[in-house]
């Protein structure tokens, strides 16, 4: 528990309950491979995914950090930095940095490509999005507010609408 009480789990959880229904009102397929009380390792999750035969993967976390400066959104993907990238999951995470960033005000902390096992373990593009840092007060009031996670949510959905649009009405 951290910030006022909120864990971070609860918010994560919370959130991807908010875009799993948006993304099935879209006509999405949408599942959810951890919960409250199940928390699998990335290499159960990336098995999740890879056994569902999932298009995308996304990974949604509230951040903590020692320094309650730390702040604001940031999505990864992967990358090993030799130019190698989920050229998908590069597009994604900067739409959905994009999205969350502008409709939050929130501190925008950019892209990164990392080799988290998430990212090489998935067969289908992967994205983790950091939503904040629950040790910041500022973040942690936002991320409390399920308004504001309502408007996270429709930021994300919006970006993965981008990714299959590719450019159409957008």
Not at 27 to 39: D, F, K, V
Not at 51 to 59: C, I, M, N, P, V
Not at 61 to 81: E, I, L, Y
Not at 86 to 106: C, H, K, N, P, Y
């Amino acid at each position: 528990v951290v910030g006022g009480g909120l864990r971070e789990t609860d918010i994560a959880w919370d959130l991807a309950r908010r875009l799993e229904g948006r993304m099935k009102a879209a006509g999405m397929e949408a599942l959810i491979s951890r919960g409250p009380n199940h928390s699998p390792t990335e290499l159960e999750r990336a098995k999740f995914a890879n056994d569902a035969g999932a298009d995308l993967f996304l990974s949604l976390h509230s951040d903590k950090n020692p320094s309650p400066r730390a702040q604001g959104v940031a999505s990864f993907h992967f990358g090993n930095g030799n130019g190698t990238t989920s050229t998908v999951g590069e597009l994604l995470a900067g739409f959905i940095q994009r999205e969350v960033a502008a409709r939050t005000g929130m501190l925008d902390c950019r892209t990164h490509y990392k080799s988290w096992d998430i990212f090489t373990r998935t067969r289908c593009p992967a994205v983790r999005v950091e939503i904040g840092y629950l040790t910041n007060p500022d973040d942690a009031r936002k991320l409390g507010d399920p308004a504001f996670r309502d408007i996270v949510a429709e930021g994300i959905l919006i970006a993965v609408k981008r990714l299959y649009l590719l450019g159409e009405g957008d």
